[in-house]
Nanobody
C-alpha cells in the first residue's frame, strides 16, 4: 500500500485547508486510515481516523475544527481543517492499517505517507 498526501501549504490563522491522502495497492473500505501530525521538537500526534466504512474519531485538540471524510471509490481520505491556529503548524502524515484497535497509537500503523507541511501564520 502506498499513501500520498497533498493539499498542505501556508495559510493565515482562521483560514482553512483540505488535505487529501490517495491510497494505492490493496486498501479496503474497512481498513483504518488516519491523520497524524508532527511539529518540530514534538512527538507525532494523532489527529483523526476513519474505519469500518463510516466510523470516525477526531482528537479533542481539533474537534469542532477538523473533519475527516473518505471516498472509498477513490481510495482517498480527506482532512478538512477550519479555523486554523498557529499551533496547528506541523507536518501532516497519512497512515493506514488493517485493524481497528488502538486507533490513536502511531506505532500500530503499517503504512505511512511522506507527509505534507501545513504552516499557519499568526
Amino acid at each position: 500500500v502506498q499513501l500520498e498526501e497533498s493539499g498542505g501549504g501556508l495559510v493565515q490563522a482562521g483560514g482553512s485547508l483540505r488535505l487529501s491522502c490517495a491510497a494505492s495497492g490493496r486498501i479496503f473500505s474497512s481498513d483504518t486510515m488516519a491523520w497524524f501530525r508532527q511539529a518540530p521538537g514534538k512527538e507525532r500526534e494523532f489527529v483523526a481516523a476513519s474505519w469500518n466504512e463510516d466510523s470516525t474519531y477526531v482528537a479533542d485538540s481539533v474537534k469542532g475544527r477538523f473533519t475527516i471524510s473518505r471516498d472509498n471509490a477513490k481510495n482517498t481520505v480527506y482532512l478538512q481543517m477550519n479555523s486554523l491556529r498557529p499551533e496547528d503548524t506541523a507536518v501532516y502524515y497519512c497512515a493506514a492499517k488493517r485493524n481497528w484497535y488502538s486507533i490513536p497509537r502511531a506505532d500500530n500503523y503499517d503504512y505511512w505517507g511522506q507527509g505534507t507541511q501545513v504552516t499557519v501564520s499568526s
